[in-house]
């Protein structure tokens, strides 16, 4: 009759260890409940680009954009661009400008027009003077006179400048002058490759293009026999 007791509490002790240890143990919930409602967020990889939307459950969602029509547009010069429809396929049209608001300048002069900006419009900002190039038949040692624009003329400057101490380099083809006719620190590019030259004789030399090359022209003074045939 003393072991039942025993038994009993020996029964209870085991249910209430067991009852402890499932309460130890994680609760198995379904996997819906645990995780993000959105989740997985998958991309779409889409040939003409991706439109990402809201849906029901307040959830993005991606879709594929349609595909582009191909037009058989005319030859057309478009300095902005084609036009686009409203799912960004370029159409045949042309893009508008930018609109530009009128430069209030009213102190500046320009006489080459107002500069532009990356978009076309003008700005308070002189066009910069574009100059000839001039091909006189005389040397000017100290250098051009220069007309309204700061363009040189075939006019040489009568004074001589006062021309600052020259730094030491070693120049081959000699120093570039400056617009006073003064030498500066910067050596003169080497002499180009200039092409064939007619056969003529020029007793004061032949007139330089541009690029310092001999042309088929003589300087003044001198009777030159001209022979149409080219040196090879």
Same mark, same amino acid.
Request: charge should be positive; aromatic fraction near 4%; proline fraction near 12%.
């Given at each position: 009759?003393?072991?039942?007791?025993?038994? %009993?509490?020996?029964?209870?002790?085991?249910?209430?260890?067991?009852?402890?240890?499932?309460?130890?143990?994680?609760?198995?919930?379904? $996997?819906?409940? *645990?995780?993000?409602?959105?989740?997985?967020?998958?991309?779409?990889?889409?040939?003409? +680009?991706? $439109?990402?939307?809201?849906?029901?459950?307040?959830?993005?969602? /991606?879709? /594929?954009?349609?595909?582009?029509?191909?037009?058989?547009?005319? !030859?057309?010069?478009?300095?902005? &661009?084609? !036009?686009?429809? %409203?799912?960004?396929?370029?159409?045949? +049209?042309?893009?508008?400008?930018?609109?530009? #608001?009128?430069?209030?300048?009213?102190?500046?002069?320009?006489?080459? &027009?107002? !500069? *532009?900006?990356?978009?076309?419009?003008?700005?308070?900002?002189?066009? #910069?003077? $574009?100059?000839?190039?001039?091909?006189?038949?005389?040397?000017?040692?100290? @250098?051009?006179?220069?007309?309204?624009? @700061?363009?040189?003329?075939?006019?040489?400057?009568?004074?001589?400048?006062? =021309?600052?101490?020259?730094?030491?380099?070693?120049?081959?083809? @000699?120093?570039?002058?400056? %617009?006073?006719? =003064?030498?500066?620190?910067?050596?003169?590019?080497?002499?180009?490759?200039?092409?064939?030259?007619?056969?003529?004789?020029?007793?004061?030399?032949?007139?330089?293009?541009?690029? &310092?090359?001999?042309?088929?022209?003589?300087?003044? &003074?001198?009777?030159?026999?001209?022979?149409? *045939?080219?040196?090879?």
């Amino acid at each position: 009759m003393a072991a039942r007791p025993v038994l %009993s509490l020996l029964s209870l002790t085991l249910v209430l260890v067991l009852t402890d240890t499932a309460l130890a143990l994680p609760q198995l919930i379904p $996997v819906e409940k *645990t995780l993000d409602p959105c989740f997985p967020i998958t991309a779409c990889k889409c040939p003409f +680009g991706t $439109v990402w939307s809201i849906d029901a459950k307040g959830c993005p969602r /991606c879709s /594929c954009k349609p595909g582009c029509p191909l037009y058989k547009c005319p !030859a057309i010069d478009c300095p902005h &661009g084609m !036009a686009k429809d %409203s799912n960004g396929c370029p159409t045949c +049209g042309c893009a508008p400008g930018p609109v530009c #608001p009128e430069p209030i300048c009213p102190l500046l002069k320009c006489s080459n &027009g107002l !500069a *532009t900006d990356a978009n076309g419009c003008k700005i308070c900002k002189c066009n #910069p003077t $574009v100059c000839p190039a001039v091909l006189c038949d005389v040397l000017c040692l100290n @250098g051009h006179i220069k007309d309204s624009n @700061g363009c040189d003329t075939c006019r040489c400057n009568t004074t001589v400048p006062i =021309c600052p101490p020259l730094c030491r380099m070693h120049c081959p083809n @000699g120093f570039v002058r400056d %617009s006073n006719g =003064c030498e500066i620190c910067k050596c003169k590019p080497f002499k180009p490759i200039c092409g064939p030259v007619c056969m003529i004789y020029c007793p004061y030399g032949n007139v330089l293009d541009s690029n &310092g090359c001999p042309t088929c022209r003589c300087k003044k &003074g001198d009777l030159a026999a001209l022979d149409d *045939t080219l040196l090879q």
